[in-house]
């Protein structure tokens, strides 16, 4: 069902031999536009007109990788789904429009046909002409509203279940975008939260190597000061035991 929604309104926005597209990327992701012109049976540029086309109403998107053997880019397509049913589902709201705006005019209205010429004018129009048919003479005659009344009416509730079941299938769709988009953003705040006990991890080891390191200097330090004091004290006994040995010279 959703296959033959989806292939209307490509068709309403392109070409009957364009509708072979949806088989090819619906349900997929990310294909090579050289497979999808060679399976459409198209020129490579044909394809591209039909996939621009498509693009310009949000119905498809694209990704562009340059071939490393060959230099150019190539583009593979992929079929905003959702997109594509709100589309058709807003054209065919418009349609709806118009027949209840038909069938409230016939319901309200009288219309005069003439035989001959199968023209058929609204009430206003054949009184302007005297109820004679401009193009062939003839008297109009009373249309039979209430066949064209049953026939629009049979449009307009074939047209109201079509739009409730694309609407159903478009909400489907969103909501699996939307899960994909949560199960997203729940992707990068795990990483982030990954991210940010692996920085405190890396924090605290740097600050107890830092910690280690300050006690090292520190003991370091101290040893230095001990030998200076040693130093000194040595310094000083030896000026001692000189200044004695020269006092007992004298």
């Known amino acids: 069902m959703q296959i033959k929604f989806l292939k209307s309104i490509v068709e309403h926005l392109t070409n009957k031999q364009s509708v072979a597209i949806v088989d090819l990327l619906v349900g997929k992701k990310d294909i090579n536009e050289f497979l999808i012109a060679k399976k459409l049976g198209l020129t490579i540029n044909q394809t591209r007109n039909i996939l621009y086309k498509l693009s310009d109403f949000g119905l498809v998107s694209f990704i562009r990788k340059k071939d490393k053997r060959k230099g150019w880019y190539i583009y593979f397509w992929t079929l905003n789904v959702a ?11 418009e349609e709806l429009q118009q027949l209840e705006a038909q069938l409230k005019s016939r319901k309200e209205k009288r219309y005069y046909i003439c035989k001959t010429c199968n023209i058929e004018v609204t009430e206003e129009v054949a009184l302007l002409n005297n109820f004679i048919c401009l ?26 279940r079509e739009i409730k079941v694309i609407s159903e299938e478009r909400e489907k769709e969103d909501e699996k975008i939307e899960k994909k988009r949560v199960r997203a953003i729940k992707k990068v705040a795990e990483k ?59």
């Not at 997109?83 to 709201?93: A, D, I, P, R, V």
């Not at 003991?219 to 020269?246: G, L, S, T, W």
Request: net charge positive; aromatic share 2%.
């Open 83 to 93: 997109k594509s049913l709100g589309l058709l589902e807003q054209k065919l709201e």
């Open 135 to 160: 193009e062939c003479e003839e008297v109009y005659k009373l249309s039979d509203n209430e066949q064209i009344i049953k026939k629009l009416e049979r449009e307009t509730s074939k047209l109201k």
């Open 192 to 250: 982030r939260k990954r991210d940010r006990k692996k920085k405190r991890k890396i924090t605290k080891i740097k600050s107890r190597k830092g910690a280690k390191k300050g006690k090292r200097v520190k003991k370091a330090k101290k040893k230095v000061v001990k030998k200076k004091v040693k130093k000194k004290v040595k310094k000083k006994a030896a000026k001692k035991k000189i200044a004695r040995k020269k006092l007992k010279r004298k």
